[in-house]
C-alpha cells in the first residue's frame, strides 16, 4: 500500500528562525503520485497549505515551500523565517492518480513557534 | 469554509444515535469521510463516487454512510463507543489533485 513517513512529531522554533519539516513516501503505484502539505491550527479544521502533482516542481504558500523529489521521494517543507501564528499541526499526504482512494497521510508534525 | 458545510460542529452523545451532515458546493465527484482520533493523522471511513460506495474502510458497523445526492454525504452513527471520540471530516475532490475538506464534527462521547 501507500505510506507517508514524518520523521519528526514534534518541532519547537524560536520566531524568525528556519523550519523544516522531513516527509517521505511510497507508493505501489507505477503513476507518481501527488502531493500535499495539510496544516491544522488549533481549534480549526484541515486546510490545504500546498500542493505538488508534478514531479520535480516546487510548491509554495504563506511563505512555506516543498519541492518534489521523486529520486529521494521526498517532500520536504521549508520556511525561512517563521512566526508565532505558523505554530499548528502540519500533515504531509499522497494522493495516486485513482482519486477514488482518497489521501493518505503521515502522522503529523506539531509546530511549536515562541518569541 | 463556506465551499464544503459540515453540522453539527460540536457533538456530545451517550449511548445514542446520531447523523452527521455536510454538503460540497464544488460539483465534486468524489466525496469522503475521514476520522481524526487525537494525536492520529486522518484515516479515510468511506468514498462515494458518483454517489456509488466504492471503497469501505475496516470500520465498525454502526456506522453508516449515506450519499443521497452527489453534493451531500451523511453518516449514521448507532451506539456510540468512547472509542469513537474523535474529528469526523469531510472532504470532496473532483480529479486526484483538487481536495477540499469541511471544518469537522468534534464528537465527545461519554
Known amino acids: 500500500g501507500d505510506s507517508v513517513t514524518q520523521t519528526e512529531g514534534q518541532v519547537t522554533v524560536s520566531e524568525s528562525k528556519s523550519l523544516i519539516i522531513n516527509c517521505t513516501y511510497s507508493?505501489?503505484?507505477?503513476?507518481?503520485?501527488?502531493l500535499f502539505w495539510y496544516v491544522r491550527y488549533p481549534g480549526e479544521g484541515l486546510q490545504l497549505l500546498l500542493k505538488v502533482i508534478t514531479a520535480g516542481q516546487k510548491g509554495s504558500s504563506r511563505g512555506f515551500e516543498a519541492t518534489y523529489n521523486k529520486e529521494t521521494t521526498s517532500f520536504h517543507l521549508q520556511k525561512a523565517s517563521v512566526q508565532e501564528s505558523d505554530s499548528a499541526v502540519y500533515y504531509c499526504?499522497?494522493?495516486?492518480?485513482?482519486?477514488?482512494?482518497?489521501?493518505?497521510f503521515g502522522l503529523g508534525t506539531r509546530v511549536s513557534v515562541f518569541p | 469554509n463556506t465551499k464544503i458545510t459540515q453540522s453539527p460542529r460540536y457533538l456530545i452523545l451517550g449511548r445514542a444515535n446520531k447523523s452527521l451532515e455536510c454538503e460540497q458546493h464544488l460539483g465534486h465527484n468524489a466525496m469522503y469521510w475521514y476520522k481524526q482520533s487525537a494525536e492520529k493523522p486522518p484515516e479515510l471511513m468511506f468514498l462515494y463516487n458518483l454517489k456509488q460506495l466504492i471503497r469501505n474502510e475496516t470500520v465498525p458497523s454502526r456506522f453508516i454512510p449515506e450519499c443521497p445526492d452527489s453534493s451531500k454525504l451523511l453518516l449514521h452513527i448507532s451506539a456510540v463507543d468512547p472509542e469513537d471520540s474523535a474529528v469526523y471530516f469531510c472532504?470532496?475532490?473532483?480529479?486526484?489533485?483538487?481536495?477540499?475538506f469541511g471544518s469537522g464534527t468534534r464528537l465527545l462521547v461519554i
Open positions: 472532504a470532496s475532490s473532483s480529479g486526484n489533485s483538487d481536495y477540499t
Open positions: 507508493t505501489t503505484s507505477i503513476a507518481y503520485p501527488n
Open positions: 499526504a499522497l494522493g495516486v492518480n485513482n482519486y477514488a482512494q482518497g489521501l493518505t
